[in-house]
């Protein structure tokens, strides 16, 4: 069980929006320590959608935006799109763990 | 453009080991890090270890600490992982992918799929 909580899945209809919450501890998100995000199409790499928080790699369209706050982060998608349907992975860097990265343990996205 | 290529399937019996090669192109190999991150099937994605492209200094993680070893070739920009005494749970899609946890992975290896089988 990872120590980053996401819900299992999300859905939305096209063009809606939705997020996708990463509940961690203050001993990591609380304390500071940056997020990523990343997408996972079915049977594809996972890729980076978000990094050190805030930040969209280029070519991440601007319908991806993500938050932190407190304990938790939060990836949002608006104007969803049918191949938005994804499986979706918060990540975070602690050195105080068993290794230094640390993934949540996905939320599957359905498009409606 | 950067491309980190991986080498094939690979299918091992129980007790073997397993090398998996990531040959990077498309930038200064020796200026970034690269890290190894598992998958077994249906479940989420699981980080195994890292290795400093500019020193050679790796980190693992508890879960198989003491089974893989990463290693470069900077001469041929190549990245190995090499996990020993595999057994069924070792059976995932094993990815190398440029970064470290702190900046993110933002490129990865296509993945190769290691199946663990009698």
């Known amino acids: 069980q990872s120590v980053l909580t996401q819900p299992p899945s999300v859905s939305g209809a096209p063009g809606q929006r939705v997020t996708i919450s990463c509940t961690g501890r203050?001993?990591?998100?609380?304390?500071?320590?940056?997020v990523n995000w990343y997408q996972q199409l079915p049977g594809a790499a996972p890729k980076l959608l978000i990094y050190?928080?805030?930040n969209r790699p280029s070519g991440v369209p601007e319908r991806f935006s993500a938050s932190k706050s407190g304990t938790s982060a939060s990836l949002a998608i608006i104007g969803l799109q049918a191949e938005d349907e994804a499986d979706y992975y918060c990540?975070?860097?602690?050195?105080?763990?068993?290794?230094?990265?640390?993934f949540g343990g996905g939320t599957k996205l359905t498009v409606l | 453009q950067v491309q980190l290529v991986q080498s094939g399937v690979e299918v091992k019996k129980p007790g073997a080991a397993v090398k998996v090669s990531c040959t990077a192109s498309?930038?200064?190999?020796?200026?970034?890090?690269i890290s190894w991150v598992r998958q077994a099937p249906g479940q989420g994605l699981e980080w195994m270890g890292w290795i400093s492209g500019e020193n050679g200094d790796t980190n693992y993680a508890q879960k198989v600490q003491g089974r893989v070893t990463l290693t470069t070739d900077t001469s041929t920009s190549t990245a190995y992982m090499e996990l020993t005494s595999l057994g069924p749970d070792d059976t995932a899609v094993y990815y190398c992918?440029?970064?470290?946890?702190?900046?993110?992975?933002?490129?990865w290896g296509q993945g190769t799929l290691v199946t663990v089988s009698s």
């Open positions: 498309g930038y200064t190999f020796a200026n970034y890090d």
């Open positions: 050190n928080n805030y």
């Open positions: 203050s001993s990591n998100i609380g304390a500071g320590y940056d």
């Open positions: 990540q975070f860097y602690d050195i105080n763990l068993s290794g230094f990265g640390v």
């Open positions: 992918a440029r970064g470290a946890a702190a900046t993110g992975y933002h490129y």
